[in-house]
């Protein structure tokens, strides 16, 4: 371990590059404000995230909190993610000297003796001694495996018998280690979804300065983000609507199914102010009263599968009862 801890004085700035544009970010939360980050969980000495990186449509931002140290009292860092954007994240890649340079004291084993706190979810690894507690120990303990991990892959810096190193979050993975360890790519599983946030530990960088984060990876898009669909707590007796699918921050529509009740519906391609669309029209008039579902699938251009469905309820009209003419 490199042994220095980041002074709280320290000015925070960050050079960021976020869609392909390189902007600057300063920020520091003011001393005694009880400015904390809660999208960190307490961790070791900390009781919120030390800094805070924030993802928008626009310039995102590195924020730190000068009341959190470094969370085993030495040089490793509670780092937390907000997803302010207006699309999912998949991966997203950081860098500075050293920042990759797990050591066996990540979040889950903050090393303090005993007295620091760890972060619920995490779980002695795999093969370790029976009663064993998470903390107080280098290397015993790790969050479980997410499930967009490959198959087979071990983070670098897990210790033997283990596919997690314990820096890692509840919803996070490493890969792309650089042999420097200086840059790398945090990988969120499930994808970081806008409005949400998620935490993870890193060596912490020599100076805010060096510290800079990468292009996020675009997750994949939600259906709701794609596809148009009218409302289904209506009843749709007697109606026909038209089916839009979108094209969300530029991905390409490869192909687009919709079926009514298994019975494939014919999908329209057209040029709209120079934009190609897809549409399908779905006919509900005539049909008994029921229920009747639209599945639609859509393939994009970097080979994702969309899929969803919607029910719709139709019913027949009430008839007005006759009322007995008065005497």
């Known amino acids: 371990m490199r042994g220095h801890a980041l002074s709280a004085r320290r000015r925070v700035a960050a050079t960021v590059a976020f869609a392909g544009l390189a902007v600057c970010a300063f920020a520091v939360a003011p001393p005694g404000a009880g400015a904390v980050f809660s999208q960190c969980p307490p961790v070791g000495v900390d009781t919120g995230c030390q800094f805070l990186i924030t993802l928008t449509d626009g310039t995102p931002s590195i924020q730190q909190d000068p009341a959190q140290a470094p969370y085993e009292q030495s040089e490793d860092s509670l780092i937390g993610v907000q997803n302010s954007s207006s699309r999912s994240v998949a991966a997203l890649p950081l ?4 920042l990759f340079s797990f050591d066996a004291d990540g979040i889950c084993n903050p090393n303090l003796g005993g007295t620091g706190a760890v972060p619920s979810g995490c779980v002695p690894a795999p093969g370790a001694a029976s009663g064993t507690v998470c903390g107080p120990q280098f290397g015993t303990c790790s969050f479980p495996k997410p499930p967009g991990q490959p198959a087979g892959y071990t983070e670098p810096g897990a210790p033997f018998g283990n596919t997690q190193n314990g820096y890692e979050g509840p919803d996070n993975w490493f890969s792309a280690v650089s042999t420097d360890k200086a840059s790398g790519t945090v990988n969120f599983s499930p994808q970081l979804k806008p409005g949400k946030s998620t935490y993870f530990g890193l060596e912490a960088p020599p100076s805010l300065q060096q510290l800079k984060v990468g292009t996020p990876v675009a997750g994949k898009p939600t259906l709701g983000a794609v596809v148009k669909l009218p409302s289904s707590k209506k009843c749709v007796s007697r109606r026909k609507f038209r089916i839009h699918i979108r094209r969300p921050n530029g991905i390409k529509i490869q192909t687009a199914l919709v079926f009514l009740n298994g019975k494939k519906i014919r999908v329209f391609r057209a040029r709209f102010f120079r934009k190609l669309r897809h549409t ?10 029921g229920t009747f579902v639209v599945r639609i699938v859509v393939l994009t251009s970097k080979g994702q599968t969309l899929k969803g469905k919607r029910k719709y309820h139709t ?7 006759k009322r007995a003419p008065k005497l």
């Open 315 to 321: 019913c027949t009209k009430k008839r007005r009862k």
């Open 280 to 289: 399908a029209k779905v006919n509900l008039r005539g049909l008994p009263k």
């Open 95 to 98: 860098s500075a000297p050293g």
